[in-house]
């Protein structure tokens, strides 16, 4: 059977896309961002608690009192586990995601409910969505609308249209024939049969629709969150990355939260807007918990709310940044910084951060898996990044984006690549000894992402050199599940063979040995690099100069992660505060700026 370049095909359809139609793109992501930004600012300007007391009332509205209750308890829980902003960023992602999808699918499902040459030519695109690997629609996304919301939105709306489509063509067709033909023979429009008749009686389904729409978008947000939208999804990629099950554990709490209270809102708001939904409650007995106010005491409630907010001062203001110390270079000039969630690269990123704020720079730091990362530099949506791994470990993104970006050199090296087990494993000291203990670990090696540099090394050269290529499986996946699978093997004390480099704090959180490689299969190992855009240090020469004079030594790297780690999450850059105050004069020597004094002197 000869190959199907199928691959090749979509590649020279995307590019052509992006060579005709960028001007569309760059619109569409401008309508996305400014909705999105609209409705961001909207959630973040009033204090957590008001906005939670507002939800709260008009959960009471549609659900009654528990309900109300209920949801102001489950909001200041996100409060309290300092998660608002980034829950009304999701928040507000959903909801720019969920109108766009509506405004497709609604129209389209009802097109597809009038005719059935529609809807038999929608049926399958609708399939291809729902069963299309949800990650897979990122890669088109970033490289049409590049990083940040934009790319979310628009993934994740195209991840969640199918239901809205699929349950308006469902209920329109559920509604009783001999009630349209009833319609008609009284002279009715088809228009007005289809707003006045079934709509209304279609309502329920549709609601239902809307609510599978939402909680698709919802389940698409950690997914999103590679590719800059930050949010819960962020969150939880930075515990992904770090393998911090609290954290993880905490901002999957936001999103039940969120989840949760919007499932229970369009129900209830499906209820409350359709003709047989509204004679059941008509028919309920109520009582006490399950009293809902008339809407306007709803809308009296919020307006009160936010007199007394307002009153009180209560409205939420903008957060301050570091103090700027010496000279203002900047000038408030915003500089966007892109990092991996690698040790080394939270140090450095946060540092950097610091640096720059106190020298007058507004700076702005997102965390991406690799491939998006270079993506964001080489189209310039990000500025730099401070932990390239070259030549090897990033090889395959220099091949692919070197010619768009500028190298700023070396700060760190040289690293090292290896093969780790723990230090309770005898008699396994290189990798030589290796191929007379396959059984012990069950013939296989815990690898990391299949496209990372070493990898490739591993496969390629490294088995081939010391003959384990028969005895050895080399177990493709991610850095967090080799983490994850090393910490259950080490707290079994059983046998596991994992690759990693250093420097990785895992070398001080567990007792490890790096496996000897006396014929050198490795190399010689990286140097930790700083990549710019193309053009960002002759935009900014200073800022460029600093890059590129920059070093760190080991003991410095790893005393100031450790500060990181001692700090804890969320208070990165306390640490480096912290850290550069134990450290006199090397944020003078990173970033050195002519001091006012000197400056007369010179020119006196």
């Known amino acids: 059977m000869p190959r199907l370049h199928l691959g090749d095909w979509v590649d020279s359809g995307v590019d052509w896309l992006l060579a005709h139609l960028s001007w569309l793109f760059d619109a569409i992501r401008t309508v996305v961002e400014g909705m999105y930004d609209g409705i961001d600012a909207v959630l973040t300007a009033p204090e957590p608690l008001l906005l939670a007391g507002i939800l709260a009332v008009v959960a009471w509205w549609?659900?009654?009192?528990?309900?109300?209750?209920?949801?102001?308890?489950?909001?200041?829980?996100?409060?309290?586990?300092?998660?608002?902003?980034r829950a009304m960023s999701t928040l507000a992602l959903v909801l720019v995601a969920t109108v766009i999808a509506l405004v497709i699918s609604v129209p389209l499902g009802i097109w597809a409910a009038r005719s059935k040459t529609v809807s038999s030519v929608v049926r399958p695109v609708l399939d291809l969505l729902q069963t299309m690997p949800s990650m897979v629609l990122l890669i088109p996304a970033s490289l049409f609308f590049g990083l940040g919301t934009a790319t979310g939105v628009v993934a994740t709306l195209i991840f969640a249209l199918a239901p809205g489509v699929r349950m308006t063509e469902l209920g329109i067709r559920q509604v009783d024939a001999e009630l349209v033909e009833a319609a008609e023979a009284f002279g009715t429009t088809p228009r007005d049969t289809l707003l006045r008749v079934q709509l209304p009686l279609a309502l329920p389904t549709i609601m239902a629709g809307v609510n599978q729409v939402i909680m698709l978008g919802l389940s698409m947000v950690v997914i999103a969150g590679m590719v800059g939208t930050g949010g819960l999804g962020g969150a939880v990629n930075e515990a992904i990355g770090r393998l911090d099950i609290g954290t993880g554990f905490e901002a999957g709490v936001g999103i039940v939260v969120l989840a949760i209270y919007l499932d229970r809102m369009t129900g209830a708001l499906g209820t409350q807007l359709s003709p047989q939904g509204r004679r059941a409650a008509a028919k309920a007995r109520t009582t006490a918990w399950s009293y809902r106010p008339r809407p306007a005491v709803a809308v009296a409630g919020v307006v009160v709310l936010a007199l007394v907010a307002g009153g009180l001062g209560i409205f939420g203001s903008s957060a301050g940044t570091s103090a700027v110390s010496g000279p203002n270079v900047g000038k408030g000039k915003e500089i966007r910084i892109g990092y991996i969630p690698w040790d080394e690269g939270i140090a450095s990123t946060f540092l950097w951060k610091e640096l720059l704020e106190r020298r007058g720079f507004k700076v702005t730091i997102d965390q991406y898996a690799a491939g998006p990362l270079y993506t964001g530099l080489a189209t310039g949506q990000l500025d730099?990044?401070?932990?390239?791994w070259l030549p090897t470990t990033h090889a395959e993104y220099w091949k692919k984006y070197g010619d768009k970006l500028d190298d700023l050199g070396k700060w760190y090296g040289p690293t090292s690549l290896e093969l780790t087990v723990p230090s309770y494993v005898k008699d396994v000291n290189s990798l030589a000894d290796l191929k007379d203990h396959a059984s012990e670990f069950g013939g296989k090696i815990v690898g990391i992402e299949p496209s990372a540099g070493m990898m490739g090394l591993l496969k390629s050269k490294v088995l081939k050199e010391y003959g384990l290529e028969g005895g050895y499986d080399v177990v493709d996946g991610s850095t967090p599940a080799m983490l994850a699978e090393l910490k259950r093997a080490y707290a079994r004390k059983q046998p596991v063979l994992v690759t990693l480099w250093s420097p990785h704090w895992a070398y001080s959180d567990y007792d490890l040995k790096k496996l000897k490689d006396p014929q050198g299969a490795w190399g010689k190992g990286d140097g930790v690099?700083?990549?710019?855009?193309?053009?960002?240090?002759?935009?900014?020469?200073?800022?460029?100069?600093?890059?590129?004079?920059?070093?760190?030594?080991?003991?410095?790297?790893?005393g100031l992660e450790a500060q990181i780690q001692k700090s804890g999450k969320g208070k990165e850059?306390?640490?480096?505060?912290?850290?550069?105050?134990?450290?006199?004069?090397?944020?003078?020597?990173?970033?050195?700026?002519?001091?006012?004094?000197?400056?007369?002197?010179a020119t006196g």
């Open 62 to 85: 549609l659900r009654g009192l528990v309900a109300g209750l209920l949801a102001f308890a489950g909001f200041a829980l996100v409060d309290s586990l300092d998660l608002w902003d």
């Open 384 to 388: 730099f990044q401070t932990d390239s």
């Open 529 to 558: 690099h700083t990549l710019a855009r193309k053009g960002f240090a002759a935009d900014n020469p200073q800022v460029g100069k600093w890059l590129r004079n920059f070093s760190m030594t080991e003991k410095q790297l790893t």
């Open 573 to 601: 850059q306390d640490a480096v505060r912290t850290w550069l105050g134990q450290h006199p004069g090397l944020a003078d020597t990173w970033a050195p700026v002519a001091r006012a004094g000197a400056e007369k002197r």
